[in-house]
């Protein structure tokens, strides 16, 4: 990293009295991609959605983000595991999509894995030539597995051997989330797609209420009241709670046929929106009637792959009247999006100019933000 960046990149350290946005070259400068997918994404816990992904043994899902390919299933026992997806023979490709398989057998010489990614059979391989043993052991050629955790009814991987502990990643959260039962709720939409902006800005923008009147003025900005401070966190994520007027999963003008409350919801906590940034790349709102939820992972410096996911509880999606009533929120998640992007779009072009500077938060209203540039700062400098 050159030294200009990473004097750039201290001055995003808590150290500082005002610590600064990130640099601008984190944002336009596909280096700094590489580098962010050597040091965070290869090396950190990655939050890669919702556990209902895979919900019974032998559901899989193929997910292809910041340049990796894993299979993510759930095993015999129940068991969530991720592999590399990629066969031990010559490397083919072994999955492609979502659905339920009993094991995996490459579509190339037809090796075949367990759901445990142990080596089930590969054939021909203990043939004997000249009369000499094979000396092939189906032991050595058990699938590349990855660290995988489930907490809070999300799945969380980490690619890296000397996985960082993930109690320390998580530490706190279940106290800053206990009010809503973010473990049990259910995934009813998980949409894809691609954003012409830095991965980072766009997880930023979720977790900021200081563009709402700008960029909401007739949407959302209405619901949301100024908020409580940012929550010191020992855990590696940002969160923020704020109180709403009626539900901020809800646009502005649809707040008459909302979804009921979170069971076991009370007390503030049924009146407002707790924004949470797990580092480095998900962020959720846990409101009072749904959760929604964002990852984010880069392809360029300038262009970034979404994934959308809205979670209710159980009891809310057998009401005989949610299909017609959750249409509302979807709407709400989309047209929110509708005004974020375009601001997103011409913020990455303003990052683009040569001259652009890192500039300061505003304390109350972004300090989610402010959390993760000094988290992010201090994983690049390492
Ligand atoms: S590459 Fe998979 S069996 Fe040959
Ligand atoms: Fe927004």
Redesign the pocket.
Known sequence: MDVDLKSKLEHCLGEHAAPLSLPPQTYRDDQVVEEEIAQIFRRQWIGLGRADLVKNPGDYICLDHAGQSIILLRDKSGQIQAFANS??????R?LDGAGQVSGIV??????AYKLSGELAG?PRMDERQDDLPSGFCKSDYGLVRYHVREHGGFVFICFDDNAPDFDAVIDGFDAFHAPWPIETLHSTRRREFDVACNWKAFIEVFNEYYHLPFVHPDSIDDLYLDPDPGDATTGQFASQFGSTEGTGALLQDQQEKPLPIMPGLEGRAAAGVRYTWIFPNMTFAAGVDALWLYEAYPITADRCHVVQTACFPPETIAQPDFEEKVAAYYERLDAALDEDIPALINQQRGLSNPDARQGPFQPLLEPNVANFAQWYAGKMLK
């Open positions: 066969c031990r023979h010559r490397g083919a072994l490459c579509p190339f010489h037809s090796w590969a």
